[in-house]
T-cell receptor, first 110, second 113 residues
Framework: DVKVTQSSRYLVKRTGEKVFLECVQDMDHENMFWYRQDPGLGLRLIYFSYDVKMKEKGDIPEGYSVSREKKERFSLILESASTNQTSMYLC?????????FGNGTRLTVT | DQQVKQNSPSLSVQEGRISILNCDYTNSMFDYFLWYKKYPAEGPTFLISISSIKDKNEDGRFTVFLNKSAKHLSLHIVPSQPGDSAVYFCAASVYNQGGKLIFGQGTELSVKP
């Protein structure tokens, strides 16, 4: 069974802080994704990666960056957190389809 | 530009009856469609999928129907159970794009005993 682990369930950060969200998968999947979920907007793709050291912008990359130094780990970085980045962040991995999601990180920026 | 739309934010159904969740899409390049179920404080879990070469796919109580000409798909749950109460997301992809999914806004299903 695929396991996607997000390091924190809840985070509270201050405006302007640099924030790291970590995600690890245990199935040797090539593909990894970061989404955010907001009420009424569904899940929106921030960044994704098809291989180590490779990244592609999703639909809403502004204010975010990512890092994939190892195949199993995909990090989302908020360079300078803002209140409009308060959201549920979901990491996912896949070999092809479907995506397997972690349990999410609820981030609050105050 | 919302390429995948779920126009009903919520749906309430009596236990034992049929639940029908709807989804529309605009991008004719989409050729693979999925439904995910999400409970609060958990990640979405895959439920059922359908490729564009089919118009129906069944898995137990869950059936997905695809109408390509109308760019519309629906998820039928029969019979509905209280444990089905969750948010359901429709998603679409182009099959050879490595799993990248575009999601709808979600429909919250409430199944009442």
């Amino acid at each position: 069974d695929v396991k996607v682990t997000q390091s924190s369930r809840y985070l509270v950060k201050r405006t302007g802080e640099k924030v790291f969200l970590e995600c690890v998968q245990d199935m040797d999947h090539e593909n990894m994704f970061w989404y955010r979920q907001d009420p009424g907007l569904g899940l929106r793709l921030i960044y994704f990666s098809y291989d180590v050291k490779m990244k592609e912008k999703g639909d809403i990359p502004e204010g975010y960056s990512v890092s994939r130094e190892k195949k199993e780990r995909f990090s989302l970085i908020l360079e300078s957190a803002s209140t409009n980045q308060t959201s549920m962040y979901l990491c996912a991995s896949s070999f092809f389809s479907p995506l397997h999601f972690g349990n999410g990180t609820r981030l609050t920026v105050t | 530009d919302q390429q995948v739309k779920q126009n009903s934010p919520s749906l309430s159904v009596q236990e034992g009856r049929i639940s029908i969740l709807n989804c529309d899409y605009t991008n004719s390049m989409f050729d693979y469609f999925l439904w995910y179920k999400k409970y609060p404080a958990e990640g979405p879990t895959f439920l059922i999928s359908i490729s564009s070469i089919k118009d129906k796919n069944e898995d137990g109580r869950f059936t997905v129907f695809l109408n390509k000409s109308a760019k519309h798909l629906s998820l039928h749950i029969v019979p509905s159970q209280p444990g089905d109460s969750a948010v359901y997301f429709c998603a679409a992809s182009v099959y050879n794009q490595g799993g990248k999914l575009i999601f709808g806004q979600g429909t919250e299903l409430s199944v009442k005993p």
